[in-house]
């Protein structure tokens, strides 16, 4: 699977990505936003086990973010618990590289994913949380077309304190209409 943006291309996740993964999870700044299992420490060997089953997995889908001008992997993005019945599912994103942040990356990545979601895999809503204490994400979301719903109050554990995540969600109906 290929899905091309103007700066970046989404892919399948391959078993010789390990490597980017590892050196991603063992930066502190990288992962402290990150889903729960993703900060843990893992070895490159279990990265490239989990890898290669990703792409197998049912009720999610997970894609590598390359950047179209160096090929790189930066980051990978997906939506995870894709319910059939409900048509919908939760989208996720972590750019490992540094290099990329605050660049318009996570917009553009965004954008396609929820783009593949409604068009591709015909779901109706596809929501995310994200930190409240991570500004640069929530705008990024924001510009992409999501739409605030709520505050989740101390629903993450970072840096020995409970932290609000925002609840957003974009929509079929809406997405499709503009």
């Excluded at 990545?109 to 640069?136: D, K, M």
Aim: aromatic share 10%; with cysteine; charged share 20%.
């Amino acid at each position: 699977m290929m899905i091309q943006g103007d700066c970046v291309r989404l892919r399948s996740l391959r078993v010789e990505d390990a490597a980017e993964f590892y050196r991603w999870s063992c930066d502190p700044e990288v992962v402290q936003y990150s889903l729960s299992s993703f900060s843990l420490p893992k070895s490159q060997a279990q990265y490239a086990q989990w890898l290669a089953q990703v792409n197998d997995e049912r009720g999610s889908i997970s894609l590598g973010i390359e950047c179209t001008n160096s090929g790189e992997l930066i980051g990978y993005a997906g939506i995870v618990g894709i319910s059939q019945l409900n048509r919908c599912g939760e989208y996720f994103i972590l750019i490992g590289d540094k290099r990329h942040w605050g660049r318009g990356v996570g917009t553009e990545v965004t954008r396609l994913v929820t783009e593949y979601g409604f068009r591709q895999l015909g779901l109706n809503r596809i929501e995310l949380t994200a930190f409240a204490n991570n500004p640069g994400a929530v705008r990024a979301y924001e510009k992409a077309g999501y739409v605030h719903e709520g505050v989740l109050r101390q629903a993450g554990f970072r840096h020995g304190r409970f932290m609000d995540k925002v609840m957003m969600a974009a929509l079929a109906n809406d997405w499709l209409a503009t």
